[in-house]
Every structure is written in C-alpha cells, then in structure tokens.
C-alpha cells in the first residue's frame, strides 16, 4: 500500500518510506544534474590528482571542467593498454587512481581476441549498490504488491582468473554475487529471490542452473516476477526445462536431488527443502510433456506479472520468443550498466521494449557525449591529438541527437569512450533520458559476444584456407545471428568458386571450415559455446553460384547506387533472408568446441 509520506515524489506515490527516500534521491540527483556532474569532476580530479596519468597531463592539481577539458585526451582501451598491462602484472604505485586497484572487472567488449581488463576500487560496489537500491522504489510505482512474493532470478557466476600480478579478473556481475552486498543483503520483503545463494555462486553451470529452476517449480505460486540478465539467458532458462522436466519432475516426486548435483553446499541446502510432492511433479509433467509450449511461463508460474530482462540492443531479436512462451507478459528493462561504469536507469519500466530510455544517475561518473553521425567515424579523428572533438556534457546534449558515451570514473578511466550509441528521448527534470541504439561496430550478438566486421573477416580468411587443398575459394559472404533456436548461433552464407568439380569441398572440410571460424573468433564468443553453452554450433551454408549478384541486383532495385554498392557482411532484413535461404544448397555446423580456457593468454 503506498504511504502517504513527507517525501512523496514527483514519480508517484512510494510503495513504504524506504521507497519514499530512494524516490526522493532519484529527484535530488536528476534536479541538480549539472551541479552533481561538476561535484562529481572535482571529486575524481582532486582525489587522483597524483596519478602517474593526471600529472602526465600537467592538470596541476585543476578539477575545473575547462581545464579538464583541454588538457586530456579522449581515448579509447588501447590507449590505455600499456598502463593496465602494468596494472595487471603486478605494479601497485598510482597509475590511474589514487585508491588501490582492487580488481579488474572482464568486459564482454575485447581487445585483440582477449576480454578487455577494466580496474575497479573497492568503493564501486557501493556505488553499483546504490543504483541497485532505486530500482524496485521504482518499479513498485508500476506494479503493486511485490512484497507479496518472490523473483525466480536465473543468475550466475562465471569463471575468473587471477592476473600475473595477483588481482582477480572476472565479469562485473561475478564480483558483485560474491561480494558481501549481495551476499548477506538485508532483507527485503520486495526482493526475494526464489534462488538461494548457494545456487547462484555455484560455479557448475549445469548445477547452478537445475537447482535455480528446481526450486522456482517449488515456489511456482509464489513467483511474481522471473528475469535474468539478459533476454537470451532466460530463453536458455526455458530451453533448460524442455531438456530436464522429467528428472526435475522425479526429484520432486521422490523428494530426492539429482545425483549430478554434486557442490557439497548446494546440495545440503537444496536437500533440506526438497519433499516428495507427487501433485507438483505430475503438474509439471503433464504441462512440459505438451508439444505446445506457447504460454509456458504462465502456465508454470501462474501469477507472473513481467519478465524482467535486458531486451534493447541486441536483445531486441528475443522479444518474439518471449512472447510466445509467456503469453504477452511486459518485459520490463530496469537498468542500464557496463564492467567501466553503472549508467542509470528506467524510470517507466513497463514501457514498451521499443520506448525504453534510461535516465542517467549523474553522481554515478562524469558523463560526456561525442557526437554520433555516419560521416564523423568515417574522418578518423585523432584522438590522441592535444585538442580533442568538442564533446557535449550531460545536461547539454539535444533530443532526438544520437552520440557515443564518454565517462571518466572514480576508478580512474579518463574520457574513455564506452562505444555505446545512444539516442536523447528526453529529460527526467534536468538529466537526460537515453535509448540504447546499438554497441559501437557490433556485426553479430547472440549472447553477451560481441564479434565485428574484422573478426569475421579474419574468421573466414582463416577458414578459408582449407579450401585450398580442393583449389576452391570464398568469392562472397553475409552472416546473420540466428535465434530460432535456443541456444542461438552464427550463421555464415558462402558463396563458392569452386575450380575443380571433380574436387569440391567436401562435408568434412566444410565442418572443419566451421571449426576453424570459431578457433578465430574472441574469447568472449569461445567461453559462450565452451562454458556457458549459451551459442551453438557455428553454421556454414553453402549458396548457388551467382546469388550475391542477385542481391546487388535487388539493392539496385530498391534504390543503391551500383557504383557505391557494398556487400554487408551481416544481414536482418527478411526479404534478403529469404533470398538466401532460398538458395542454399548445403549446410554445415562445426563439429566440435573451439579451444577456451579462463586463463588469459599472455
């Protein structure tokens, strides 16, 4: 019931007065934007002035906006490379931020094949806490009764490694379900998780994720909300149970685990809940044995009201797929994040995925904004050189403008361009409110991979070198992510020259073609198909001779200039899907796991 409180806020009526002051905050912070992003400078300038990086720049101990902005340079990760090499192997003096590097958060983003390394400080996770903290004040503005159940939440730990100068490396999500933040959280009646900690820190993917969704089909009544991190993680969450129900089913039957679930904590803590109900496994049983699985979450998990997960960007090609087994449930998306910096958030989260904009929290980091259009990546700015691009500030920027975000941060990034492309919607008081567009020269996405234009192209030069052995070789190529299927995969359309046809590639070495593609491509795509077995088998089809030439013909006809016309190398557009697929004359999948390890190579 919402209180009739001293600090009701313009947002709405708060849910109970912790709602009231995260609410009230929220105001505070977006009313005085401008003043809390010139705090927020002078803070990180002021506390870092004796860095190695700073003084490099001769700041001279200025935390004034001017200064700043003459003096240092926008950059981008591989400026900064040498600097956390040192970092990485073992330097502890002040490099970058004046507070100890504490440890380096994975980007999913990478770096000549490898996750890039953002350092991170130890007051981060209050900061990451903190933003943590305003989401449920505000969706209780949109939802009512929250408190009433529980959040069955698939969420996981990924494997971290330690760099060779001791510091742990791993994604941001990892360190914060292993920090004590999450780990002995006080309790809130608004959110509770079906999951147990347990589940969630158990580094088996396989266990982690039977016992997360055992125990969300013990509490299925009391499931108000499922979610995950991203769109594809919750799909795979269904695919999970359309490929283990029936042992589910017996565990719940016999009121005994699984004996793949073998993590001595998680076992004991699954084991003490678990009775035999015979009425809960034949309900599943007979609800999963169905072919029709349209509605499935709502069937299970009757009093669901939204599905809360990242579907912009990328994510965008899930929503049909959720929709069909939720039967239409809102996709709330409540948060905008990265490893460098906690963004902000929505403050409509049952807006249509389409509508969705995130407002920025301005005392989160110092936000900057480089003007985004087709012709100002293609000039090559130096931005190495002593007077960088003008750059709009926060309460600047203009709606209906897109731009690439900058931030500098308490941990010691300086003007360091995320590569994320946003669009203005609109303002909340004086901060801007943003919709995501797209990650900067992102080709192909299923999971949290992101593969561009020059990995794909040294993907297929590489694999096309065992085409040689048949004198044939790759005259065209497009790509496509396609999501069909859970888990979903890349698809690569060849076209062939083929100069001997008594000697043509065989489904063997087209397999091997497939292999060697993903032996090419980063890390971050090698750890989704070896260990988070959220990709598939990277797929080759084979097109006709001449259907390139087809599709040049077909843009031609809609309108591009034949002189100006270029292949795009990866293709959403249906009409064009079905051209190709129209044409295809074999089809083949790689036949093994590429190579990965949680090590980095060095």
């Given at each position: 019931m919402?209180?009739?409180?001293?600090?009701s806020?313009?947002?709405?009526?708060?849910?109970?007065?912790?709602?009231?002051k995260?609410?009230?905050f929220?105001e505070?912070?977006?009313?005085?934007?401008?003043?809390?992003?010139?705090?927020v400078?002078?803070?990180?300038l002021?506390?870092?002035a004796?860095?190695?990086?700073l003084?490099?720049?001769?700041?001279n101990g200025?935390?004034?906006?001017?200064?700043?902005?003459?003096?240092?340079?926008?950059?981008?990760?591989e400026?900064?490379?040498?600097?956390?090499?040192?970092?990485?192997n073992?330097?502890?003096?002040?490099?970058?931020?004046?507070?100890p590097?504490?440890?380096?958060?994975?980007?999913?983003?990478?770096?000549?094949?490898?996750?890039?390394?953002?350092?991170?400080?130890?007051?981060?996770?209050?900061?990451?806490?903190?933003?943590?903290?305003?989401?449920?004040?505000?969706?209780?503005?949109?939802?009512?009764?929250?408190d009433?159940g529980?959040?069955?939440?698939?969420?996981?730990?990924?494997?971290?490694?330690?760099?060779?100068g001791?510091?742990?490396?791993?994604?941001?999500?990892?360190?914060y379900?292993k920090?004590?933040?999450?780990?002995?959280?006080?309790?809130?009646p608004?959110?509770?998780?079906?999951?147990?900690?347990?589940?969630?820190?158990?580094?088996?993917?396989?266990q982690?994720?039977?016992?997360?969704?055992?125990?969300g089909l013990?509490?299925?009544?009391q499931?108000?909300?499922?979610g995950?991190?991203?769109?594809?993680?919750?799909?795979?969450?269904?695919?999970?149970?359309?490929?283990?129900?029936?042992?589910?089913?017996?565990?719940m039957?016999?009121?005994?685990?699984?004996?793949k679930?073998?993590?001595?904590?998680?076992?004991e803590?699954?084991?003490?809940t678990?009775?035999?109900?015979?009425?809960?496994?034949?309900?599943?049983?007979?609800?999963?044995?169905?072919?029709d699985?349209?509605?499935?979450?709502?069937?299970?998990?009757?009093?669901?009201?939204?599905?809360?997960?990242?579907?912009?960007?990328?994510?965008?090609?899930?929503?049909?797929?959720?929709?069909?087994?939720?039967?239409?449930?809102?996709?709330?998306c409540?948060m905008?994040?990265?490893?460098?910096?906690?963004f902000?958030?929505?403050?409509?989260?049952m807006?249509k995925p389409?509508?969705?904009?995130?407002?920025?929290?301005?005392?989160?980091?110092?936000?900057?904004?480089?003007?985004?259009?087709?012709?100002?990546d293609?000039?090559?700015?130096?931005?190495?050189?002593?007077?960088?691009?003008k750059?709009?500030?926060?309460?600047?920027?203009?709606?209906?403008?897109?731009?690439?975000?900058v931030?500098t941060?308490?941990?010691?990034?300086?003007?360091?361009?995320?590569g994320?492309?946003?669009?203005?919607?609109?303002f909340h008081?004086s901060?801007?409110?943003?919709?995501?567009?797209?990650?900067?020269?992102v080709?192909?996405?299923?999971?949290s991979?992101?593969?561009?234009?020059?990995?794909?192209?040294?993907?297929?030069?590489?694999?096309?070198h065992?085409?040689?052995?048949?004198?044939?070789s790759?005259?065209?190529?497009?790509?496509?992510?396609?999501?069909?299927?859970i888990p979903?995969?890349?698809?690569?359309?060849?076209?062939?020259?083929?100069?001997?046809?008594?000697?043509?590639?065989?489904?063997?070495?087209?397999?091997q073609?497939?292999?060697?593609?993903?032996e090419?491509?980063?890390s971050?795509?090698?750890?989704?198909?070896v260990?988070?077995?959220?990709?598939?088998?990277?797929?080759?089809?084979?097109?006709?001779?001449?259907?390139?030439?087809?599709?040049?013909?077909?843009?031609?006809?809609?309108?591009?200039?034949?002189?100006q016309?270029?292949?795009?190398?990866?293709?959403?557009?249906?009409?064009?899907m079905?051209?190709?697929?129209?044409?295809?004359?074999?089809?083949?999948?790689?036949?093994?796991?590429?190579h990965?390890s949680?090590?980095?190579?060095?």
């Amino acid at each position: 019931m919402a209180v009739d409180s001293p600090l009701s806020s313009p947002l709405g009526p708060p849910a109970c007065e912790k709602d009231a002051k995260a609410l009230q905050f929220i105001e505070e912070m977006t009313r005085n934007a401008e003043s809390v992003q010139q705090r927020v400078l002078a803070e990180i300038l002021s506390r870092n002035a004796q860095t190695e990086y700073l003084t490099r720049f001769q700041l001279n101990g200025a935390t004034d906006r001017e200064t700043f902005k003459s003096k240092l340079p926008v950059i981008t990760y591989e400026d900064l490379q040498p600097e956390i090499h040192r970092i990485a192997n073992g330097d502890r003096s002040a490099i970058l931020s004046a507070h100890p590097i504490s440890e380096f958060l994975t980007s999913s983003g990478t770096s000549a094949g490898e996750r890039k390394l953002m350092p991170t400080i130890k007051e981060e996770l209050d900061r990451r806490q903190l933003l943590y903290s305003l989401l449920m004040p505000v969706m209780n503005l949109y939802v009512a009764g929250l408190d009433k159940g529980k959040g069955l939440y698939f969420l996981f730990v990924k494997s971290e490694t330690r760099t060779p100068g001791g510091l742990l490396a791993r994604p941001v999500l990892t360190s914060y379900y292993k920090s004590d933040h999450f780990k002995t959280r006080p309790y809130d009646p608004y959110n509770i998780y079906t999951s147990p900690n347990e589940a969630i820190l158990c580094p088996d993917s396989f266990q982690s994720m039977y016992t997360q969704m055992l125990c969300g089909l013990l509490d299925r009544h009391q499931v108000l909300r499922l979610g995950a991190v991203f769109a594809s993680g919750l799909l795979r969450a269904i695919r999970f149970l359309q490929l283990n129900w029936r042992q589910l089913a017996h565990d719940m039957e016999t009121g005994s685990l699984n004996s793949k679930i073998t993590d001595p904590s998680l076992r004991e803590c699954i084991v003490k809940t678990l009775k035999p109900n015979p009425e809960l496994a034949q309900f599943v049983r007979h609800e999963c044995s169905k072919d029709d699985w349209e509605g499935i979450i709502v069937r299970i998990w009757p009093n669901t009201k939204y599905l809360d997960v990242i579907v912009t960007g990328a994510m965008a090609q899930y929503i049909p797929t959720l929709d069909y087994y939720s039967g239409g449930l809102p996709l709330a998306c409540t948060m905008y994040a990265s490893s460098e910096c906690y963004f902000g958030l929505n403050l409509n989260p049952m807006c249509k995925p389409s509508e969705v904009s995130y407002t920025i929290m301005p005392n989160m980091a110092y936000f900057e904004f480089l003007p985004h259009e087709s012709n100002l990546d293609s000039t090559g700015f130096d931005f190495t050189h002593e007077l960088p691009p003008k750059l709009v500030d926060l309460v600047d920027v203009e709606v209906g403008k897109e731009y690439e975000l900058v931030i500098t941060t308490y941990a010691g990034l300086c003007r360091y361009r995320v590569g994320d492309i946003l669009r203005v919607t609109g303002f909340h008081n004086s901060a801007p409110q943003f919709h995501f567009i797209k990650r900067k020269n992102v080709l192909l996405s299923i999971d949290s991979d992101k593969t561009d234009e020059a990995e794909l192209q040294t993907a297929v030069e590489n694999a096309s070198h065992l085409l040689r052995e048949h004198n044939a070789s790759v005259v065209e190529y497009m790509s496509h992510a396609d999501t069909k299927i859970i888990p979903g995969h890349y698809v690569v359309y060849w076209e062939l020259l083929v100069k001997d046809s008594t000697n043509s590639p065989d489904n063997d070495t087209l397999e091997q073609c497939c292999l060697a593609m993903e032996e090419s491509l980063n890390s971050v795509y090698r750890q989704g198909r070896v260990a988070d077995n959220s990709i598939g088998p990277l797929e080759i089809r084979v097109v006709k001779n001449g259907t390139f030439e087809e599709l040049m013909d077909y843009a031609i006809s809609r309108g591009a200039s034949i002189n100006q016309y270029k292949v795009p190398r990866c293709v959403n557009f249906t009409p064009i899907m079905e051209l190709l697929d129209s044409r295809v004359v074999s089809a083949h999948f790689s036949p093994a796991l590429p190579h990965w390890s949680p090590e980095r190579s060095q």
